[in-house]
């Protein structure tokens, strides 16, 4: 692995004046939607570059836990953080987790490597995929939010403006992907994705349990389109444990832009 490890002092400042300059969304146990080191269409090649910063001046272990599309290689890593400090790699998916492809990423502070997850922690994470834009010598990229665990709690979600750029006259021009992430550690979830109207038109896709996968809606689509993701999964072992977003890639540049899916629906 060959991350770039932020000295100490970089933090200092920070450290100094707690409760004020530290940054935002701190927490223990955060979830990272969309990661991968993949190729893409059109000649790109899609990197996650992710940061993680520990706020606290004393040294924590860290745990990786990759969620792979549909769950056929999952896979768990440990590092440490020095106190008051960060690591920050453009090639996370490959380097620090050594694998390749699609996915989602658990990063969850613990007491130890053999430990439990430790709730006294402060990690900063932040996440973006980026790509070499065809044709120049120039990248493109699009950031992810990241989301506190203990925060999710999905029966339904709605997706909006997910269509093509500011104007219908070039919707053809971008595609749409929307990702499902099924964070129940026991059950499978079914999921339909569908735009509701004029007519319904859906995908159903089955989760293994801790895993992730990306379905096309294509291009097209309006600016204004609402994108429906629901769990279809019988009432017995449903879970509202899960989490859906959207990418959408200019088809031309590799521009892209993503949002997260918010809970219930507009209709």
Not at 38 to 51: K, P
Not at 98 to 118: K, Q, Y
Not at 172 to 195: A, E
Not at 226 to 239: E, F, K, L, M, Y
């Amino acid at each position: 692995m060959k991350p770039l490890a932020f000295a100490a002092v970089l933090l200092a400042a920070t450290t100094s004046f707690a409760g004020v300059s530290q940054p935002l969304g701190s927490h223990f146990q955060v979830l990272i939607p969309g990661a991968g080191s993949t190729a893409g269409a059109n000649n790109t090649f899609f990197r996650s570059d992710i940061t993680i910063v520990n706020l606290l001046p004393r040294n924590q272990v860290v745990r990786l836990q990759w969620l792979s599309q549909n769950g056929t290689s999952n896979l768990v890593r440990f590092i440490e953080i020095p106190a008051s400090s960060g690591l920050r790699s453009a090639d996370f998916v490959a380097e620090a987790l050594g694998t390749t492809g699609l996915g989602a990423i658990i990063v969850s502070a613990m007491t130890g490597s053999t430990g439990s997850v430790d709730p006294t922690a402060q990690l900063y994470v932040s996440a973006r995929i980026w790509t070499p834009q065809p044709g120049t010598a120039g990248t493109t990229s699009q950031s992810f939010p990241v989301i506190p665990t203990n925060t999710i709690d999905t029966p339904r979600a709605a997706l909006f403006a997910v269509g093509g750029g500011p104007s219908p006259d070039n919707s053809d021009n971008y595609r749409v992907n929307v990702g499902v992430v099924n964070l129940d550690p026991v059950n499978s979830q079914t999921f339909t994705v569908f735009i509701p109207t004029p007519t319904p038109v859906g995908q159903t896709v089955t989760l293994p349990p801790m895993s992730m996968t990306q379905v096309t809606v294509g291009s097209g689509n309006a600016p204004s389109t609402q994108v429906i993701v629901q769990n279809d999964t019988p009432s017995g072992t449903r879970s509202n444990n899960w989490i859906t977003y959207q990418s959408t890639v200019d088809n031309i540049t590799g521009d892209a832009w993503s949002e997260l899916g918010v809970p219930g629906s507009a209709q």
